[in-house]
């Protein structure tokens, strides 16, 4: 399946996972370099579920002219979608069958010579087995949530941050009006990005992350203590990962169908009970949820996706297939696809965004990290 005549002319371009703002964008910053290198694209549909089922349009210049701030994705997406993992209703039940077989006869139907699959750990965990099957693909990173190592920054999380922040913004004058203690459960999985950077520009004065498990009797100390000295109000920031120490993660639900079977959720409501019943207090919780995935992607985000668009497509005219486009301080650079995903980027306690919400008095709920 490698290009014909060694030059590669016609591209598919997908989004798997669950989206984010800059997909768009990304999209954009592919498809009008390869038209202008002549090269035609085609718009595969829904994740992999398009190119499972044979669903994609032609992306001609006009579709992807005014995206650049449209959050969402304009070739739809989704995360019920592996391929190898498809789920198939068999009478009331279901059954997994593997459909990999079908993604290369539409490839090649196609007559792709390449794909760019933009998506997070689940779609280059796919596109690595794809690649295995003779597919050339290059990735490109994306997650509100910033877990993947290869890269320092994901597009997308910036503009969650941004909605976290605008939200604790919100909560801080409703909460010192009421004198209350107000709990935010933002999205991120099993890693703290979200909580921790959007807790920070928030100010919030304490933030649980999954990668520290906390204590009740600290949380309630910080809380009881900031009431003593006059600030009647506290934000507590908790990521859906979050667990108290010897506890687990508050799953709500659980699907089979998708790649990662485990929807998180529900640990807000939680904390701001352990709270008011802790501390005599009176709180109130608000689940975040989609709106950090929602609408238009900052201008850093809109920046980063169009560097990453623009490299990724360039990885493609030059066959340097099988990597994926990585930020590395201000570079753009690019890994091979197996080793993006070889490892999560999860909170460690030295980084420097911990260190500068210790020195402010964040706490985590921990004794000390
Ligand atoms: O990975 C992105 C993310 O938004 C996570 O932060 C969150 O746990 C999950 O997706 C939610 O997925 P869904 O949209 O399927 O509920």
Redesign the pocket.
């Known amino acids: 399946m490698s290009p014909k005549n060694g030059k590669v002319k016609r591209i598919g371009i997908l989004t798997g996972?669950?989206d984010c703002p800059g997909l768009n964008a990304v999209i954009r910053g592919v498809a009008k370099p390869a038209h202008d290198h002549g090269l035609s694209v085609v718009g595969i549909l829904d994740g992999f579920e398009g190119l499972v089922e044979g669903k994609a349009v032609e992306l001609y210049n006009k579709d992807v002219s005014g995206i650049l701030a449209q959050g969402g994705t304009i070739l739809g997406s989704s995360?019920k979608g592996d391929p190898f993992h498809w789920p198939e209703k068999n009478g009331g039940d279901i059954k997994i069958v593997n459909r990999s077989k079908e993604c290369i006869r539409n490839y090649e139907g196609w007559g792709l010579d390449a794909i760019i699959a933009i998506g997070?750990d689940g779609t280059m965990h796919i596109s690595k087995k794809l690649m295995d099957m003779g597919m050339n693909i290059v990735g490109v990173p994306k997650?509100?949530?910033n877990d993947l190592e290869a890269t320092d920054q994901t597009f997308g999380h910036d503009s969650a941050v941004w909605v976290v922040s605008e939200a604790i913004d919100r909560l801080h004058t409703t909460a010192s009006s009421h004198h209350r203690v107000m709990v935010i459960e933002v999205?991120?999985?099993y890693a703290g990005w979200i909580a921790l950077n959007g807790g920070l520009a928030g100010g919030a004065d304490i933030i649980l992350l999954p990668e520290f498990p906390f204590s009740w009797d600290v949380i309630f100390e910080k809380v009881t203590q900031r009431n003593m000295r006059g600030k009647r109000f506290s934000i507590v920031c908790v990521s859906?990962g979050a667990k108290p120490i010897g506890g687990e993660m508050v799953i709500k639900a659980k699907d089979i169908k998708?790649t990662d079977p485990i929807?998180?959720g529900g640990i807000g409501e939680v904390v701001a009970k352990r709270i008011s019943e802790g501390c005599d207090l009176e709180t109130r919780y608000t689940v975040l949820g989609?709106l950090?995935?929602g609408g238009s992607p900052t201008p850093y985000d809109r920046i980063l996706s169009t560097k990453f668009g623009t490299s990724a497509i360039e990885l493609v005219i030059k066959k340097k297939f099988g990597r994926m486009v990585a930020l590395k301080g201000s570079d753009i650079v690019s890994v091979r696809i197996e080793d993006a995903i070889s490892k999560q980027k999860l909170v460690k306690p030295n980084v420097q965004a911990i260190l500068a919400a210790n020195a402010v008095g964040v706490s985590f709920g921990t004794e000390k990290l």
């Open positions: 996972g669950g995360n997070g997650t509100i949530d999205m991120g999985r859906e998708r929807q998180l989609h950090q995935r």
